[in-house]
């Protein structure tokens, strides 16, 4: 069984508490254990570093200390939280003073260090590379038998945090919705950034980023778009009538998560699967 160090990051524990319902039982099912980061901390989702720099970093650093502690390289469901935290590893990695320095801070503050030897995964591509599509597609009991749409985001569309994937043009979402039985649908902005962080002091250009990846997606035949991002999601699937309201763009499209989308297909939480086709069948595509 390949064991990791779960990062839940800033939106599943909080907001978004159908991500825990259903990437427990989905990891089990794929051979997956998640070992809880006691006392981890959020990773400053990309706010706190626009104040402070340095803190993020810290809070970050603590976080992989943590990691280490257990003796696991960290995975986490949540787009936002993967990027930021394959930034502060690459910084803290290759500059042995900034390491040096934000050790000093850490050590101080709290007693840990990180030796700067994990590394950081998101679920996507831990699904595709790790476990494999024939060992998903092997397992599956409830075939998506839908058009769907994967939503990267993008915080983890960077050249060395994608894992193998292209950056520019990323496939793993799609091979793997097609692996579940469903059919994937491709879109030009499947990688753009809703502007999660920004939703509080950017209104109104948030809402025209959540609507521009909605409607596109609806207009290229999807029934249901599935986030790689837990605070992507949010937008996504909560702020979907506000962000027609400024636009005018059509965005009444189902949203779930990746690790609903796996459970659902491996065979949990059949109602809630059985109501996701009924709407998918009502208001998408």
């Given at each position: 069984?390949?064991?990791?160090?779960?990062?839940?990051?800033?939106?599943?524990?909080q907001?978004?508490?159908?991500?825990?319902?259903?990437?427990?039982?989905?990891?089990s099912?794929?051979?997956?254990?998640?070992?809880?980061?006691?006392?981890?901390?959020?990773?400053?989702?990309?706010?706190?570093?626009?104040?402070?720099?340095?803190?993020?970093?810290?809070?970050?650093?603590?976080?992989?200390?943590?990691?280490?502690?257990?003796?696991?390289?960290?995975?986490?469901?949540?787009?936002?939280?993967?990027?930021?935290?394959?930034?502060?590893?690459?910084?803290?990695?290759?500059?042995?003073?900034?390491?040096?320095?934000?050790?000093?801070?850490l050590?101080?503050?709290?007693?840990?260090?990180?030796?700067?030897?994990?590394?950081?995964?998101?679920?996507?591509?831990?699904?595709?590379?790790?476990?494999?599509?024939?060992?998903?597609?092997?397992?599956?009991?409830?075939?998506?038998?839908?058009?769907?749409?994967?939503?990267?985001?993008s915080?983890?569309?960077?050249?060395?945090?994608?894992?193998?994937?292209?950056?520019f043009?990323?496939?793993?979402?799609?091979?793997?919705?097609?692996?579940?039985?469903?059919?994937?649908?491709?879109?030009?902005?499947?990688?753009?950034?809703?502007?999660?962080p920004?939703?509080?002091?950017?209104?109104?250009?948030?809402?025209?980023?959540?609507?521009?990846?909605?409607?596109?997606?609806?207009?290229?035949?999807?029934?249901?778009?599935?986030?790689?991002?837990?605070?992507?999601?949010?937008?996504?699937?909560?702020?979907?009538?506000?962000?027609?309201?400024?636009?005018?763009?059509?965005?009444?499209?189902?949203?779930?998560?990746?690790?609903?989308?796996?459970?659902?297909?491996?065979?949990?939480?059949?109602?809630?699967?059985?109501q996701?086709?009924?709407?998918a069948?009502?208001?998408?595509?």
């Amino acid at each position: 069984m390949a064991k990791y160090s779960y990062y839940p990051g800033n939106a599943a524990r909080q907001s978004c508490l159908e991500v825990e319902d259903t990437i427990q039982p989905m990891s089990s099912s794929l051979g997956i254990q998640l070992i809880e980061m006691p006392g981890y901390s959020s990773d400053g989702g990309d706010v706190i570093k626009q104040s402070n720099k340095f803190l993020q970093l810290v809070l970050n650093a603590r976080n992989f200390a943590i990691a280490e502690e257990n003796g696991h390289d960290i995975i986490t469901a949540c787009a936002s939280a993967h990027g930021n935290m394959s930034d502060a590893l690459h910084r803290l990695q290759s500059d042995a003073g900034l390491l040096a320095e934000v050790n000093t801070t850490l050590e101080k503050t709290t007693g840990k260090i990180f030796s700067g030897e994990i590394q950081t995964h998101h679920l996507l591509h831990i699904l595709v590379e790790d476990i494999g599509l024939d060992t998903i597609r092997s397992k599956v009991t409830n075939p998506l038998d839908m058009k769907v749409a994967g939503y990267y985001g993008s915080m983890m569309q960077r050249e060395g945090f994608c894992a193998k994937d292209d950056p520019f043009n990323p496939s793993y979402f799609e091979q793997l919705i097609e692996a579940l039985g469903g059919t994937p649908v491709d879109y030009q902005s499947k990688t753009a950034s809703v502007g999660a962080p920004s939703l509080l002091t950017l209104d109104k250009p948030v809402m025209q980023m959540t609507a521009k990846v909605l409607s596109q997606a609806k207009a290229a035949g999807a029934q249901l778009l599935v986030s790689a991002c837990t605070l992507s999601h949010a937008n996504l699937d909560s702020y979907q009538n506000k962000a027609r309201k400024h636009t005018g763009k059509d965005t009444n499209l189902p949203v779930i998560h990746l690790s609903e989308l796996v459970a659902f297909a491996l065979g949990y939480h059949v109602d809630r699967f059985a109501q996701l086709r009924t709407r998918a069948l009502v208001i998408g595509g």
